[in-house]
């Protein structure tokens, strides 16, 4: 038998020695698709898991919204997160200000409704699936934020979390290629969110957008809050309260915001994430109330209620 190679056939055997070791040497390996792990919420029905209906809500949301400055340098926004049917057309205000603009990384702080923890819980995946498609995690960035701490990897709290999901659909459709950094927030002290506002603003650069998600003042018996006694303009009085925090938040003033919070016990489910941004922003940024409504409004009725606004921060 003759084992030598022709001389066309040992070419192509050392151009495939060479890929071979370089697609698959050690520490250059790739993960393939199929090896790539993939996190798919069960959130219930806050909005529609059927893709074509999902788009078509959202594209027609932010027709409906409208931007009322132009803002060259989106830094941030705040956004609503209760089901589709109430809240999308105030958050839709927020994701209108992404238009046109791009960002290579979105950071996503959202309070948690379900788990308790002191300080923030990221996404152990690769990818996260929405009806809408697949984003990219930004692997790199959850590794380097965990401390074993306070920021700790664990993707129990997103398994039935709706408000880092909810606001996915409205990135999907206004922003083209980026990755996100999920992020769940629970119980912090002052001391925390100094801490952790610092590692998440070492993360963040001129292509970095964050966004927080949270609803404003649960009013009502079913939110055990009703500071306004026998008051015949539950509407104003709810209104009231919401813009004195919103005052706070749009001014950067962390400190003023805690104190209201203190004064008032506002029921402001995302009140940590917004704690945590208003550290998070470099000086200089300004902030502005795009859109606030209530869920009263639809039905006319404010004994039970919840808030939402819709603020932009930029440059």
Partial sequence: MNNT????????????????????APGLAQKQPEQQRCFQPNTGPWYPKDAMILRNMVAQFLGAARTDRPKA?????????????????????SFKQLEGKSFDKVIILGPSHFSYFRGIRLLDYDLYKTPLGVIKIDVDVVRSLCDGSLIQVDSTPFIKEHSVDNMLPFLQ??????????????????????????????????????????DFTHYGPNYEYTPFGESKNIRQ??????MGAVDK??????????????????????????????????AGSKGHLLNYYLSGDKAKDY???VSYASIVFYR
């Avoid at 119980?187 to 969110?193: E, L």
């Avoid at 009085?237 to 919401?242: A, E, K, R, V, Y």
């Avoid at 016990?265 to 945590?276: F, H, Q």
């Fill in 249 to 282: 938040i749009v001014a950067l003033d962390g400190k003023g915001f805690d104190a209201y919070l203190g004064r008032t016990e506002a029921t402001i489910c995302g009140r940590n994430a917004i704690r945590l941004l208003l550290n998070i922003l470099p």
């Fill in 237 to 242: 009085d709810i209104s009231q309260l919401d």
């Fill in 173 to 214: 459709l206004v922003l083209k290629e980026f990755s996100i950094v999920p992020i769940v927030v629970g119980d912090i002290s002052p001391k925390d969110c100094s801490e952790i506002s610092r590692a998440i603003k070492s993360k963040c650069d001129d292509k970095t957008l964050v966004v927080v998600s949270s």
């Fill in 303 to 305: 004994t039970n209620s």
């Fill in 73 to 93: 340098s989106v830094q941030a926004v705040i956004s609503p997160h209760a089901g589709y049917e109430y809240s999308a057309q105030c958050a839709a205000y």
């Fill in 5 to 24: 190679v022709p001389g066309h056939r040992r070419n192509i055997a050392l151009v495939l020695l060479f890929l071979g070791s370089t697609f698959f």
